[in-house]
């Protein structure tokens, strides 16, 4: 199973969630190797975020769809708390905070708050952050608990996510072995819309209606060919 790694992402902690500890899970450094790992065999499966419950949807994991020949085999759930971690575990002495930047996003406020002059800077993962806080007395990182343990950092302040109910919708990729229909089952569907006319949305979303299919989610997604 691939996951975004290094160890103690929350991706890593979804992927423990679905498949247990003793999966061989294999970390992988982008989502696009994730994909691309899936898709040569190295991996039977890969997890990969789609959407928070604040920051919305991550747009370059859709992307990645349209391109891909992956399928989707499984959703999880996962509740998202963040923590900001140091070396000495003092506010006053952070001069930078790093992490991924959807966690950057998801603790805004809390950083606009406490941390106003303090630059940002973006990583591949939360738990890159973590690594690259444990090198430095001056960086502050955005990650788990579990990055906290593992990078030998520590906390200087707890759950300082914007909102209580943060949460992470991840999905297990795979060549094949779609589970059968269970009736209470969720689709993604790629659409690409060739007519450009008034109207041609409203008829594509009356077929559903037309079904009793109710859909959750509907997205604009560059084609990034016109």
Known sequence: VAYLGPPATYTHQAAIQQFGRMADLRPSPTTDAIFAMVESGQAEFGVVPIENSNEGVVSHTLDLFVESPLTIAAEIHVPIHHDLLSKQGELRAIRAVYSHPQALAQCRAWLDLNLPDVPQQGTHSTAQAAELAARSDEIGAIASPVAAELYGLRVVS???????????????????????????????????????????????????????????????RPTKTS
Do not use: C
């Open 158 to 220: 707890v759950g300082i996510e914007d909102h209580a109910d943060n949460a992470t919708r991840f999905v297990v990729v795979a060549r094949d072995g779609i589970p059968a229909p269970s009736g209470h089952d969720k689709t993604s569907i790629v659409v690409f819309q060739r007519a450009d006319r008034p109207g041609s949305l409203l008829a594509i979303l009356q077929e559903f209606a037309a079904r009793s299919i109710n859909l959750s989610l509907l997205l604009s």
